[in-house]
């Protein structure tokens, strides 16, 4: 597992560097900030991290393969693909995991999947994409700067050997109710939503 995870971040930290590859990426600029992601940012003790690979493509230290920029996130293509065109949306901003990462990031990362994911599936002849988060090192984060990957995908390319596992059919039990009601018990004391908005869901 440890050996994994470092292959992964050394893919990121260590992209070719041949001639021809260099040529081709592109340095990421450290955009200006507009209003809204200074108040993002305003709102953080850490905008960047000097150790963090990613916070130093955004400042424009190290070299990637830009897909798409605004003022809030930015996509660039996977060092260490897992299919052709396999992307990552990144924000702009230092947030170790999609739980501390403010609703108003995500949501930015979130509505340009559509338009980016579109793009690299026609230029991959892709059907298909899978959009993935690993949060946390026990689902396979090795960076730890919050970012989404966008998979392109096409039939039979076996590429997730859990597409074959047999899935088993969600037991209605006590067990199951109590874990509804558990997380509905969680929602309702971290949203401050009324118990009515959450107890309709049951």
């Given at each position: 597992m440890e050996a994994r995870r470092l292959a992964i971040l050394s893919s990121h930290l260590c992209p070719s560097r041949s001639g021809s590859v260099?040529?081709?990426f592109s340095a990421v600029s450290a955009s200006g900030c507009s209003s809204?992601?200074?108040?993002?940012?305003?709102?953080?003790?850490?905008?960047?991290?000097?150790?963090?690979?990613f916070c130093q493509i955004i400042r424009g230290e190290s070299p990637a393969l830009k897909l798409y920029e605004d003022d809030m996130c930015l996509c660039i293509l996977d060092t260490r693909p897992l299919s052709r065109g396999h992307s990552?949306?990144?924000?702009k901003s230092h947030f170790s995991s999609l739980d501390t990462t403010p609703p108003s990031v995500v949501a930015a990362m979130c509505s340009k999947v559509p338009f980016i994911g579109n793009?690299?599936?026609?230029?991959?002849?892709?059907?298909?994409?899978n959009l993935l988060v690993n949060n946390g090192a026990?689902?396979?984060?090795?960076?730890?700067?919050?970012?989404?990957?966008?998979?392109?995908?096409?039939?039979?390319?076996?590429?997730?050997?859990?597409?074959?596992?047999?899935?088993?059919?969600?037991?209605?039990?006590?067990?199951?109710?109590?874990?509804?009601?558990?997380?509905?018990?969680?929602?309702?004391?971290?949203?401050?939503?009324?118990?009515?908005?959450?107890?309709?869901?049951?």
């Open positions: 260099t040529a081709r809204e992601r200074q108040s993002v940012l305003d709102s953080n003790k850490e905008t960047f991290r000097n150790d963090c690979v990552l949306i990144i924000p793009a690299i599936m026609k230029a991959t002849d892709s059907d298909s994409f026990a689902a396979g984060q090795v960076i730890f700067h919050t970012h989404i990957h966008i998979i392109p995908r096409k039939a039979r390319d076996c590429l997730w050997t859990s597409e074959s596992l047999h899935r088993c059919h969600l037991k209605l039990d006590q067990e199951t109710s109590s874990l509804a009601n558990r997380v509905r018990e969680l929602l309702l004391n971290i949203s401050g939503e009324s118990k009515d908005q959450v107890s309709s869901m049951s």
